[in-house]
């Protein structure tokens, strides 16, 4: 498939967002190079929806700034989506038309593309509500990567799927990065799909990024392998706030 | 089949009883004529013109009162609910005339208008406002503020995010306001008709009591009902029309797979 562009990188400096008396995040950096996978892992409450809203440009920093491809981001950027936790399809739309929504006419045809690469083709004339929970994701990533982003966001996505359902989508999730250039940034607090779809994993603790692993796993992955056990034991250990141990 | 005859089971039985009581002399046709007298007033009547002419009439004052309301209390609602600065400056407003009774305009109007078609038209559009304003308004204020965020983020512009997010999500309450209003219609119309007018089913009612026409009245009576049934039969329809998606109406998914709604031809 060709693409007008590819990834872009993604930057935040020195970024605090307080809500009134209430610091949530201060002097977050971070760095995502273009065509990177990031995953940002922390308790619930550590302000990861709060980072998410602002490098989605859907909330501005009380100080700092976030960069996309170099340039501060003031309000949305037209090339950043978001893939919703609670996929946020439009129930009065078909499928088909809920892919293609808030496409230009060059990018139109990848909507159907789109939906029979994530194997829904033949729902394109269904409503959102007849379908399942994972149905209405594989709807919602189709429709995130219709309008070629350089920047996907992913808030949790998977958290609301059951666990088979779940492993289906970390694939397609990896499949799909791997076919396009787009930079993506995964939020969550699930340790183990962090490290499935993460090239690196970075911990958000007390308003900033505390720590940093890189995940050295070739693609496709396989989550069976001790190694694989090992590193996930070992950030779910750190974020749990005790040493990491072996089993 | 005895599915769909079921809920007429009780109103037949009705009816044959009150045909039985009034033929049996239990039942004064003074106080309660039978069905058939009033079906046979109702076929009189229709053949000398005058029944059609009265039913036209009380029709078309209904017909131009709820259009003019709902269309300024879609308006007004479509405003308040989309706009934080025309909400401060009118829902104020609008809520402390929401809390005087319309029909109490009554005499003012008939001191405004007489008893001409203009009162009828302003009563009726009067009391079909509100309950459209206020669903309307109430309906693009509970739009789902995360389809809103969505929107945004999907790169829709303000016309496409109404059009798209705003206006489907309103709909829903906004029908419900339509189905109300069509209620309080009639109701204002009866109410308009029996007081001041020279003509109408309201005023056919109202002339046959002078003449102790009870056969008339309740003829009559049964016509607002039937025309009530009517109006919530086409509010029913829009609202099966206009959310097909809705859980409430939504098909099987079986029915739902119709070859000739293909994504080609949406897209």
Do not use: C
Request: glycine fraction near 10%; hydrophobic fraction near 50%.
């Amino acid at each position: 498939m060709s693409f007008a562009a590819g990834g872009v990188s993604v930057e935040a400096v020195g970024v605090r967002r307080a809500f009134g008396p209430h610091v949530v995040l201060d002097r977050l950096n971070l760095r995502v190079a273009a065509g990177e996978f990031v995953a940002i892992v922390g308790r619930s409450g550590s302000g990861k929806s709060t980072l998410l809203r602002l490098l989605a440009g859907l909330d501005q920093p009380t100080a700092g700034e976030v960069r996309i491809d170099g340039r501060p981001l003031a309000g949305l950027s037209p090339r950043t989506r978001v893939l919703f936790q609670d996929g946020r399809l439009l129930p009065w739309l078909r499928v088909g038309e809920n892919v293609a929504l808030g496409l230009d006419d060059r990018r139109r045809e990848n909507a159907a593309r789109l939906l029979e690469r994530v194997g829904l083709a033949t729902r394109a004339a269904d409503y959102p509500g007849v379908l399942s929970g994972g149905q209405r994701q594989r709807v919602a990533l189709a429709r995130a990567l219709a309008a070629e982003p350089g920047f996907l966001l992913f808030d949790e996505p998977l958290g609301s799927l059951d666990a088979l359902t779940r492993v289906e989508m970390q694939r397609l999730v990896e499949e799909l990065w791997r076919e396009r250039p787009f930079t993506g940034v995964l939020i969550t607090h699930d340790v183990a799909e962090a490290v499935t779809l993460a090239d690196r994993v970075l911990l958000l603790e007390g308003g900033g990024i505390r720590a940093e692993w890189p995940v050295p796993f070739p693609r496709p992955r396989a989550t069976g392998s001790p190694d694989f056990a090992r590193l996930v034991e070992g950030v779910l250990g750190r974020v749990l706030g005790r040493p990491a141990q072996m089993t | 089949m005895s599915r769909a005859l079921t809920p007429w089971l009780l109103p037949l039985v009705l009816l044959l009883a009150w045909q039985a009581a009034g033929k049996l002399g239990w039942l004064s046709t003074r106080v309660l004529p039978t069905p058939l007298e009033v079906g046979r007033a109702g076929v009189k009547l229709t053949a000398s013109g005058e029944l059609p002419r009265h039913l036209g009439v009380s029709f078309a004052r209904a017909a131009a009162g709820f259009v003019i309301g709902t269309t300024l209390g879609l308006a007004l609602g479509v405003l308040t609910g989309t706009s934080r600065r025309a909400e401060r400056l009118l829902d104020t407003s609008v809520q402390m005339l929401r809390t005087i009774p319309h029909l109490a305009l009554i005499p003012l109007v008939i001191l405004w208008f007489g008893v001409g078609e203009a009162a009828k038209v302003f009563l009726v559009a009067v009391g079909v406002l509100f309950p459209v304003y206020l669903n309307t308004y109430h309906g693009f204020r509970t739009v789902d503020s995360g389809l809103i965020e969505m929107g945004r983020v999907y790169a829709l512009g303000r016309w496409q995010l109404f059009r798209r997010v705003l206006w489907p999500g309103a709909l829903p309450s906004v029908l419900v306001g339509v189905r109300y209003a069509l209620g309080v219609m009639w109701l204002t119309l009866i109410v308009a008709e029996t007081i001041a007018a020279t003509s109408g089913v309201g005023y056919l009612a109202m002339n046959a009591r002078e003449f102790l026409r009870t056969d008339v009245v309740v003829l009559s009576i049964l016509l607002y009902a039937l025309l009530g049934k009517l109006a919530d039969g086409v509010a029913r329809l829009l609202e099966r029309r206009l959310l097909p998606w809705h859980p409430a109406f939504v098909q099987p998914i079986a029915a739902a797979a119709n070859p000739d709604d293909s994504v080609g031809s949406e897209l």
